[in-house]
């Protein structure tokens, strides 16, 4: 069965940081782009990040010098290290498998994680 699970939600203080996993199961994560996405209450869900087959990654602007995202294929698991964080960045993020490559569009992405909550607060 084709799943993706997301943890290492939590909160945090501002300025702080947080590492998000995003592993995979039932097929192999390593030959496909994967997406982080986020999205705060009542507002749309938008892309953060995401790394391609090859290692390349793709960043909103919003995060671009605070975000990493990065792979372990011998562990079938993404990550998104997050730091500097920001109460704008709270939400729920998912990760996504990409059907075109590596974007934030979510148009893009055919299967997702159940989401992991991150409050970003003092």
């Known amino acids: 069965q084709l799943q993706l699970v997301e943890s290492g939600g939590g909160l945090v203080q501002p300025g702080g940081s947080l590492r998000l996993s995003c592993a995979a199961s039932?097929?192999?994560?390593?030959?496909?782009?994967i997406g982080w996405f986020r999205q705060a209450p009542g507002k749309e869900r938008e892309g953060v990040s995401c790394i391609s087959t090859g290692g390349s990654t793709n960043y909103a602007d919003s995060v671009k010098g605070r975000f990493t995202v990065s792979r372990d294929n011998a562990k079938n698991t993404v990550y998104l290290q997050m730091n500097s964080l920001k109460p704008e960045d709270a939400g729920v993020y998912h990760c996504?498998?990409?059907?075109?490559?590596?974007?934030?569009?979510?148009?893009?992405?055919?299967?997702w994680g159940q989401g992991t909550q991150v409050t970003v607060s003092s």
């Open positions: 039932g097929f192999t994560l390593a030959n496909f782009a």
């Open positions: 996504a498998r990409s059907v075109l490559g590596c974007t934030v569009d979510v148009r893009a992405y055919g299967y």
